[in-house]
């Protein structure tokens, strides 16, 4: 496992060990859509004695190992034949309407209709086994009702809409190529590829595909680089845990080595990545607990509405723009971070220090007075932000009961990150207290 930059002491450890001996696990090997996956993907040549699916009591469903997996143990070798990719479009039946198709469709948007299709033909599919264990739905923010969307922080929530707007995009674009695909169609096209279940589509892909280069198609317009694994896909994120993943050309297979190693009967994790909760939810709709990369970000509407009364605002605006000082200014537990306090020294100064703006965005102090004011708004900040997740949790905590079960998950995964920004706020504020109160003394600039 990978740590956080210190030793976990005792007691850490021993609540650790509590903890995995609290989760239960019910195997889903015996359901009937597991054991016609199962038998899917051995006639395709892949089995595996070493994990199982399975629903954990913390995650939900996963893979659980059968026995322990050694440091450097390959997991799974999962054969090419078995994944969904662009190659396993073109060649279906619903390829040569792609192939003569123009303007080219995205690789994502040709798999999103593959997958829109295969499941309209049902159990006539090849891939019905597959189909039949993906989720109904998703709690990504693709599928959030405004209610929802409302107590989402003000960056997520941008960065939603413009997801959503993105997908509708996508829809509306597309109709006239949807239409000419009736030929194949049991139902009329309108019915069957719908915005909604482009929606399922687009959220199976993003949620649940490998990474996986592939040679440009002249057929295609744009970056080929997804792939759908069965099974593999039951794999859950954990921000700790290290994988080495990637298809391997010699064995054409999807590959995947544990580094770490996993205890029998334990859940077997890989690691999507070093995202921060924010990007998780946004993109994978769920948060990861003790996420070592969790933040909380600044908007710049905040800082506008904080400076809103410094007549040269404007220009310092354009200045961070035109420097790359607007985007990633974030809060951790261990206080602001380095851009954060650069943006705000010179957000901070005098207007008549103009001259000493790129010192400031290189991290220099210009003056005692400045530090103090960039301490002290960094405190604002906070306040202001914490405020905003107090009102959200107020209101989450009264939509829930009010609410069905699917609305119920998705709060309660933004009530999970409001949470975590709970506790990452109120250590900011802890430490800019003490950094306050022994502010060093900083030599005025002439």
Known sequence: MGGRGRRAGRTARRRKQKHENTIQSV???????????????????????????????????????????KPGQLIISLPESCLITTATVLD?????????????????????????????????????????????????????????????????????????????????????????LQPMLSQPCEDVLTCEALRWAWCSVNTRSVFMSRPSSSFLSGQDNYALAPFLDLLNHHPDVQVKASFNHVTRCYEIRSVSGTLRFQQVFINYGSHDNQRLLLEYGFVAADNPHSVVYVETDLLCDIFRADKSLDQKLKFLQENDFLRNL????????????????LLSLPQTLYHHWRAALLGQAVCEETETSSVQ??????????????????????????????????????????????????????????????????????
């Open 330 to 345: 974030t809060v951790s537990s261990d206080g602001p971070s380095w851009r954060l306090m650069a943006a705000l020294r």
């Open 92 to 180: 279906s039946g619903l390829g040569q309407f792609i192939k003569r198709w123009k303007p080219r469709l995205s690789p994502l948007l040709a798999i999103c209709v593959f997958l829109v299709c295969e499941r309209h033909r049902g159990e006539a599919s090849d891939w019905f086994p597959y189909i039949s264990v993906l989720p109904d739905t998703y709690t990504c923010p693709a599928y959030f009702t405004d209610e929802v969307m409302a107590v989402l922080p003000a960056g997520v929530r941008r960065r939603a809409v413009e997801q959503r707007e993105a997908l509708w995009e996508m829809h509306s674009s597309s109709l006239d190529f949807f239409r000419s």
């Open 27 to 69: 195997s889903l090997c015996h359901q009937l859509q597991y054991a016609r996956l199962a038998k899917f993907l051995h006639q395709r040549g892949f089995s595996s004695s070493l994990l199982q699916p399975a629903v954990f009591t913390d995650t939900g469903r996963g893979l659980q190992a059968l026995q322990t997996i």
């Open 377 to 446: 708004t960094a405190k604002t900040l906070c306040q202001r932000l914490l405020q905003d997740t107090h009102r959200a949790l107020d209101k989450i905590s009264h939509l829930v009961q009010e609410c069905d079960q699917p609305i119920r998950e998705q709060l309660l995964a933004v009530r999970s990150l409001r949470q975590e920004e709970r506790c990452i706020l109120g250590s900011c504020l802890e430490m800019l207290g003490g950094l306050s109160s022994c502010q060093p003394h900083v030599g005025d600039v002439s």
